[in-house]
């Protein structure tokens, strides 16, 4: 038995917040984290496409789903707050026009040595390859029953794993979602809080691919263009979101598509199976009149052409071969009837493709649903079943849309739920 002040579950953005905090605010407290990955932060290795996109100028107005709840968290440690955290460890940010923050290298290993070096110095303990599998109440804490496997990969072929019990004080979960299970998201965190008596939203992927009917998108894979899509689910419009698509041979990827996913994983998560098409608008920057009037002249000054050499300049030339094949206007010529002219404007400013489903929660950025927020205090994550039990980062039911926003979820309430406090 291995005894602690405080435990973190958890060796990634969140939690390695929550161990930094808790080092700098009881300063002779005994913190170890548990991480069940052969290393820490693989997950923000990851992020950004290696880049590790932390934080977004705009995360203050963000709409996260739990907004109400997750608003103390994010309002104490905001995204000024939560860079200059991380000037303290040595880290320098910059943003792009889009606000989204970078580390200044480029690179998301900065990140993650800014945290590691930090946690080093404040003499945090790493437990890695430790899986906790059971969390009893005790009197005065908790009791985490454990597997542990050896890091030693030769030693994995011929060593059985280990049964560890570990008992602290203060338990922090900071397991993460489900979503990318092969960065140490797998779930188990949930089971976890569930054998401590929380209650679990229904959960889903998000910032995830989209599935369609693919008899157009097959045609269309590998390009890319610059659209806005909404997601029209039983006839209403429940997403909108611009930016790049993807086409691809299952269906939409891209910032947009994953963007709008969240509404897609929900209905069909739901149990729902129909009623629900992508619309895309292949010329954002143009109103219907605008663009139908210049393919008009065009077509006007260039007699013979074909109506999909028509929109060369304004979308990718498959996307307008694809596009006049549904209006039934490929490779014609003649000039175009004003019936005709509707069409193809109507098609380009909403292409329509019917929605299967989403990818799983392999592809998925963060996962939706979690630990039921009603159950924790919003002031100090601090649960409001169980003495000194703290949640933070996507184990609870907070997330938020493409980039920054989710990794400054995970830094504001990793650093709140590590100071320790409660009502």
């Not at 299970?181 to 989209?210: A, C, K, M, Y």
């Amino acid at each position: 038995m291995i005894q602690f002040d405080l435990i973190i579950v958890g060796g990634s953005a969140s939690g390695l917040c929550a161990a930094i905090q808790a080092a700098r605010c009881k300063k002779a407290a005994s913190i170890a984290v548990l991480e069940q990955m052969p290393r820490i932060g693989k997950k923000i290795l990851a992020t950004g496409n290696g880049r590790c996109n932390l934080s977004n100028v705009n995360a203050g107005g963000h709409a996260y789903r739990n907004a109400d709840f997750a608003a103390s968290a994010l309002k104490k440690y905001d995204t000024q707050a939560t860079l200059s955290f991380f000037k303290s460890l040595g880290l320098l940010t910059v943003a792009d026009s889009e606000g989204r923050i970078y580390p200044m290298s480029n690179t998301a290993a900065s990140v993650l040595d800014a945290l590691r070096f930090e946690a080093e110095r404040l003499h945090i303990q790493f437990f890695c390859g430790t899986a906790v599998k059971e969390i009893a109440v005790l009197k005065n804490g908790f009791s985490l029953r454990c597997l542990q496997t050896p890091d030693n990969p030769e030693k994995a072929k011929n060593q059985a794993n280990i049964i560890a019990e570990f008992r602290a004080k203060y338990l922090v979960l900071a397991a993460g979602g489900k979503a990318s299970p092969v960065h140490g998201s797998d779930g188990s965190g949930f089971e976890l809080l569930r054998q401590l008596g929380h209650s679990i939203t229904p959960r889903f992927p998000s910032l995830v691919q989209l599935t369609t009917d693919t008899s157009l998108t097959k045609q269309l894979k590998g390009i890319r263009a610059a659209a806005t899509i909404k997601v029209e689910i039983e006839g209403k419009i429940k997403s909108v979101a611009q930016g790049e698509i993807l086409f691809t041979e299952y269906g939409l990827s891209g910032i947009a598509a994953m963007e709008a996913s969240r509404a897609v994983s929900e209905y069909f998560a739901s149990g729902c199976k129909g009623g629900c098409c992508a619309l895309l608008d292949l010329a954002p920057s143009l109103n219907k009149e605008d663009l139908k009037l210049f393919i008009k002249n065009f077509a006007l000054d260039n007699p013979l052409l074909p109506p999909e050499r028509l929109l060369f300049g304004i979308m990718p030339a498959r996307i307008g071969q694809v596009v006049c094949k549904a209006c039934g206007l490929y490779n014609i010529t003649g000039g175009l009837s004003e019936p005709q002219l509707n069409r193809l404007a109507e098609i380009i400013k909403e292409f329509r493709l019917q929605i299967t489903g989403t990818k799983g929660f392999n592809q998925a950025q963060v996962t939706a649903g979690g630990a039921d927020v009603n159950e924790f205090h919003p002031e100090f994550l601090a649960s409001r079943k169980v003495k000194n039990l703290y949640a933070c980062g996507e184990i609870l039911d907070v997330d938020g849309g493409c980039g920054g926003f989710n990794l400054q979820w995970a830094w504001s309430s990793g650093l709140l739920a590590g100071e320790l406090n409660r009502a």
